[in-house]
């Protein structure tokens, strides 16, 4: 079936350490997104991609980097740098251009110990 | 920039009852509307979206929005509520630069028997 792959599920980090979340879509779109989830907080941004070898900052980009050597990937790694990296990080991908009609991933739960 | 007010952080009904579920937007223009549905710690996905035309627009399970300019508002409704409904909704809105989406904060549902 196509879909939205994320892996891993949970990921338990110590402070300093870098990590790289997995998102993989064999859903043949050009657009992905990557948001950040905390309780109370809706989804905030990290970074998106329209097409392969490009992408842009979100709105929380800080401590996050990405890459899309590949339409069907789009990997975030969340950096020593980020000051609170403890959340559910979601990635999508967009049906049609511009359409808003996000794909969504089951997630990752980051836990810095 | 665009942005959504979800006003009620927690909704509680009856399974039977019906539910409106309140979305205020703040923009200009005409803005895309959305609603989105999350079970808990899944992904998000989309129950309906406003661009223009019928402002009444039914989407799956169900559910239904109205878009009211003069209200600012684009609330969700579903006349009867079933257990399996209990879930944290969320409006979008889209953005100016035509990527991504700026997302509420959420309300959570619980139905009770």
């Known amino acids: 079936d196509g879909g939205i792959t994320q892996s891993p599920k949970y990921l338990f980090r110590k402070e300093g350490q870098n990590v790289t979340l997995s998102c993989e879509q064999n859903?043949?779109?050009?657009?992905m997104y990557w948001y950040r989830q905390d309780p109370g907080q809706g989804l905030r941004l990290i970074y998106y991609?329209?097409?392969?070898?490009?992408?842009q900052k979100g709105d929380i980009a800080e401590g996050y980097s990405v890459s899309r050597e590949k339409k069907e990937s789009f990997p975030l790694t969340v950096t020593s740098a980020q000051k609170n990296p403890t959340a559910f990080y979601l990635c999508a991908s967009e049906g049609r251009a511009n359409s808003g009609e996000l794909f969504f991933g089951e997630g990752s739960r980051l836990t810095v110990l | 920039a665009q942005s959504v007010t979800q006003p009620d952080i927690h909704i509680t009904v009856s399974e039977g009852a019906s539910l409106e579920l309140r979305c205020n937007y703040s923009y200009g223009a005409t803005p895309y509307l959305f609603w989105y549905v999350q079970s808990p710690g899944q992904g998000l996905q989309l129950l309906l979206k406003?661009?223009?035309?019928?402002?009444l627009v039914q989407g799956i399970k169900g559910f239904e929005a109205e878009f009211k300019r003069s209200q600012s508002s684009f609330n969700l409704r579903k006349p009867s509520v079933h257990w399996s409904d209990a879930a944290e909704y969320f409006c979008?809105?889209?953005?100016?630069?035509?990527?991504?989406?700026?997302f509420g904060k959420g309300t959570s549902l619980l139905v009770t028997p």
């Open positions: 991609s329209q097409i392969v070898n490009d992408f």
């Open positions: 406003y661009f223009s035309g019928d402002t």
């Open positions: 979008a809105v889209g953005r100016n630069s035509g990527y991504a989406l700026n």
């Open positions: 859903l043949n779109h050009d657009a």
